[in-house]
Every structure is written in structure tokens, then in C-alpha cells.
């Protein structure tokens, strides 16, 4: 497994802030991912994370998430990904797709066409409006025909799919 740092500092304190965030909370998960692909867990059908897909702001990382979930994520100029956006994907079987957005206590439906105007809603109620970046995750659950069963959390410049299963 592969990660990078973005080695730009153009916000100072605010990549300081998401680089502690990183290195507290998500570091140690992919390194038990690490010592569990070590112990082989996988040839006894244990499912582990296998990408991860790194850039720098604007690289392109949220359109990675859209053709892999078939929504449409805000786009702008600058910074969009302001807060974690936690996409957890489920496939089912009936046609008619369920979004909805959840954070701190709250939890929003939303469907397909209002997807990104309600995450740049909820991202300015958890960031504040302007650029601004918080670490309090905002989580998009998609229950979806066809869509692979899959969670993958969006930072601000960094993105990490993790592979689930939920049979």
C-alpha cells in the first residue's frame, strides 16, 4: 500500500491540522491493514483494503469517487473537498436508488440530482462558509443497483478507497 503526503504547504496550519488528523487516525488503521497482510489473512478469505489514491488538490481524486459511485460531487474552482465525505456504496437489488447524508446527529435524504448541493449545504454547516476545512466527517451513504460494495473517504488532498464487503 502506497501513501503520500502532499508535500505543498500552501494553507499552513490547515495541512498541518489534516496531516495530524491523518497521522492519528487513519495511519494506524492501514498499518493493522499492513500487519494483517503480513500474517496473510487473505488465504483464509478475510477481505482486506487494497487502494488507495493519492494527489494534490484538483487532481482529479472526487472524480475518481463519481465514476465509481455514478453520482455527480460539487465541483469549483479551488478547494472542494472542505471535510472527510465518507461514501459508503451498497448494492441492492431494487431499481430505485437511496442516498442520504449523515453527520454529527443529523441525517439528510437526498437523492441523485441534489447529491451535490446537499454535501456543499452540510459542508458549510460542519466547515463554515469560504474555505475553511474541518475533520469532522460528513458520510454519504448510496444504496444503488449496480454499484460495488465499497467504502471510500475523500480528505482534502488525499482520498481512500477501502474495499468492504457486506454478505
Known sequence: MIVQENASDHTSGVDASLVSTYNDRIRPLLDVIDKLRNLNVMQEGIQLPTIVVVGDQSSGKSSVLES?????LPRGDGICTR?????RLQ???QSDSHLQLEYLTKVVPTDE???A???NLDTDEIAGNGKGISHTPLTLVVKKNGVPDLTMIDLPGMLILVLSSYN
Open 91 to 93: 448494492n441492492h437489488a
Open 113 to 115: 440530482s441534489n447529491v
Open 83 to 87: 471535510v472527510p465525505l465518507v461514501i
Open 68 to 72: 465509481l459511485a455514478g453520482i455527480s
Open 117 to 119: 448541493k446537499a454535501i
